[in-house]
């Protein structure tokens, strides 16, 4: 059979910051609950003319830069924070980055789970006709509402991957776990910017679908918890993926310790939660930060609040071997918000009615320019 996977990702974020220690000063809560008790030192926030599509496009910018357009007939563009009720979000994406008229655009949603479903999918194409390839984009902005547990919590940032045949970082094995299970833990219904949440409940359905989409994997040959070298999760915090960890070795009866889980966290402590692109960029700070998993198995636990879960695995391939931290520069480069300005920014509703025209702030290469006519208006810096 031929091996199918990720052969090549990319990160992208935003041009702001806010120091959760900056936060931890406005809410009165001790900047350790952040840090220790959720595992998060910063957050990625948006210039107003930054968006999904914006940070979407430029990771996959530098992808196409290295790996070319030959093959690609496929975009697909996995979101929670999806632009419009109708348009996908690739279709900008697809004009920004000058793909030919000959590619399907398509947006994937189940909360942070659309990302491995658009892979899934991705896979299915590339086996149907190994000489294409598709373009996957997870890109999310995460918000809750100012001065609620969640605020900590949000983030943004985009990861776009290249799924092929033979591929140089990632094969995805074919095994995987399924979960789902219909529970209001955290929604966002079409009329509202920021999630509803309910914590703990988020945090029980999370690690029983956890255990859940295990059960299944092993129901379907999946390997042994002892065939797995480093597991993936999921990170709306970093600490999620340590309970998380806890979780698993308990229901197995093995102790699974948590320091393989220290790299992934590399990334994520610093970009916040990226819905769809938590993952991944997991993915990417693992890859980015050992030096000797060539031929080692990840186990990745994809988890989309509502809920919709996978457990998959994949064999890192010798590409994985030359990869370096590319994405550390980007984080030191965000520029960092006052509490105010910050505030300011999340309070910010672009109503889809009135023309707007918005200010020159990103040095991202792409950029949203504004509304008019009602239509999202975006450029090439
Ligand atoms: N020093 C060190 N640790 C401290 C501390 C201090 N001074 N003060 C508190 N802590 C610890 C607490 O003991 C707790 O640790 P444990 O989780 O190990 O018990 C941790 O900090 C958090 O404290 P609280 O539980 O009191 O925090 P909270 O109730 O204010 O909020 C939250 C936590 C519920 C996760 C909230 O941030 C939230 O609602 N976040 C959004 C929802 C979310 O991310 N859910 C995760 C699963 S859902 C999912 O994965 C999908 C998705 O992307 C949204």
Redesign the pocket.
Known sequence: MTAIGIHDLELATTHHLLDLGVLAERTGV?P??YR???GQDEMSFPAPDEDIVTMGATAALALLDRNGMEGVRTLLFATESGLDHSKAAGVFVHKLLGLPAQVRVAEIKQ??YGGTAAIQAAVGIVQRNPRERVLVIASDI?R?TLD???E??QGAGAAAMLIAADPALVEIEPASGLFSDDVD??WRPNDSTT?I?D??L??S??LDALTGAWDDLAGHDGPAIGDIDRLVY?Q??T??AR?AQARLGEHLGVDLGDDGLVPGAIYNRRLG?A?TA?LYAGVASVLDHESDLVGKRLGLFS???GSVSEFLTGVVQPGAASRTDRFTAALDARVPLTIDAYRGLHARELPSAQDVETPRVTEAPFRFAGIQGSARRYERR
């Open positions: 001790d350790d609950k220790l008790g959720l909360a942070c995460a809750y609620s547990p969640g900590p919590t833990d955290f999630a949440v914590g703990r988020s945090i359905a999370y999921h709306p915090y600490k999620m309970k939660n819905y938590s988890y989309g609040s």
